[in-house]
């Protein structure tokens, strides 16, 4: 059974720091690209950084650049994120989700919601002012 599992969101002021981890498994994790997304109440779901099977590619989404970053460990089957600098609108459920498009296109397609099959269950994390 293929499985995510997100973990490590939580209360954290604004200018703090978090690190979500996405535990992979029941699948060769190493064969897929990891997506992280995010939702506010309120609003859509919307993308905020991928990496390839081999961490050669990672993109992000412009309002998180530079303070975010993405790794994985295909030893531990486990995509991490870590989260600098957060700021109020960072608040809201976030969730990884297995990529099931060519890794060709992933870097064009990684923000669209439908290139994803399996989600985690989604981690909050409420950032203060």
């Known amino acids: 059974e293929v499985q995510l599992v997100e973990s490590g969101g939580g209360l954290v002021q604004a200018g703090g720091s978090l690190r979500l981890s996405c535990a992979a498994s029941?699948?060769?994790?190493?064969?897929?690209?990891i997506g992280w997304f995010r939702q506010a109440p309120g609003k859509e779901r919307e993308g905020v950084s991928c990496?390839?099977?081999?961490?050669?590619?990672?993109d992000y989404a412009d309002s998180v650049k530079g303070r975010f970053t993405i790794s994985r460990d295909n030893a531990k089957n486990t995509v991490y994120l870590q989260m600098n600098s957060l700021k109020p609108e960072d608040t809201a459920v976030y969730y990884c989700a297995r990529y099931t498009g060519r890794e060709y296109w992933l870097f064009s397609v990684w923000r669209s919601r439908e290139e994803y099959d399996y989600w985690g269950q989604g981690t909050q994390v409420t950032v203060s002012a």
């Open positions: 990496i390839s099977r081999s961490a050669g590619i990672t």
């Open positions: 029941g699948f060769s994790f190493d064969d897929y690209a």
